[in-house]
């Protein structure tokens, strides 16, 4: 069965350094998202990306995110400046359909971030 | 504020017990809406679409009611299993797309 892979599954970072966490999505899929759970609260939207660009994104994708589609397989999300608050679980996920009943999403396994 | 609320859990029920999740929606232009079960430290994963008409797959019976702005989940049969916690996933029209999570609902089901 097709699924979503990420890597690292686990990064430890500095305060300001920048990370980039890697997704590929399932191949069929136009729709990409990133996601972030702190840890015991609920899942957060940040960005949803389809035809190389971003078609939404929520008020916690500030100036210090970015998202690309560097080939045909990757979608990353790179944070520029970690901050402590950047500390979470970060989800990619993928959908066949942008909207609508049929915007299933399937996620990847997720990259728990730690900023020391 | 736009919110998706779920029922505050854990739901702590024995196996073969029916249970029922409620969450509510506080944007009327919702228009897509899904259950989401995520296990301990994992990531979230489709249950269902929830249609209009409501639909059933199994165990599992997803409901709408848009007049008073809630669905439901219903799980028959609990297996030991089914422990996980539900999210429900909102998705409003009118320009902006983007899925709005509840914080879930905890459900242990027990021996």
């Known amino acids: 069965e097709p699924e979503v892979t990420q890597t690292p599954s686990h990064q430890v970072t500095q305060m300001g350094q920048e990370v980039i966490l890697r997704c590929v999505p399932i191949?069929?899929?136009?729709?990409f998202y990133w996601y972030r759970q702190i840890l015991g609260q609920k899942v957060e939207f940040l960005v949803s990306f389809y035809n190389n660009e971003i078609s939404e994104k929520s008020e916690i994708f500030d100036d210090q995110f970015s998202v690309e589609r560097p080939d045909g397989s990757n979608f990353t999300l790179k944070i520029r400046s970690t901050k402590l608050e950047d500390s979470a679980m970060y989800f990619c996920?993928?959908?066949?359909f942008g909207q609508g009943p049929y915007n299933e999403q399937f996620f990847g396994p997720g990259t728990r971030l730690t900023v020391l | 504020r736009k919110e998706v609320e779920q029922d505050p859990g854990p739901f702590n029920v024995p196996e073969g017990a029916t249970v029922a999740f409620n969450c509510t929606y506080s944007?009327?232009?919702?228009?897509?809406f899904f259950w989401y079960r995520q296990d301990c430290r994992k990531e979230p994963k489709l249950l269902m679409s929830?249609?209009?008409s409501g639909n059933e797959d199994g165990r599992f019976t997803a409901q709408l009611n848009r007049a008073s702005q809630y669905i439901s989940l219903l799980i028959r049969d609990s297996k030991l299993s089914d422990s996980a916690t539900y999210l429900c996933?909102?998705?409003?029209?009118?320009?902006?797309?983007?899925?709005?999570f509840g914080r879930g609902t905890s459900l242990i089901v027990h021996p």
């Open positions: 996920a993928s959908s066949e």
């Open positions: 944007n009327s232009a919702s228009q897509s």
């Open positions: 996933v909102v998705l409003a029209s009118g320009g902006s797309y983007i899925p709005t």
């Open positions: 191949s069929n899929h136009l729709y």
């Open positions: 929830v249609y209009s």
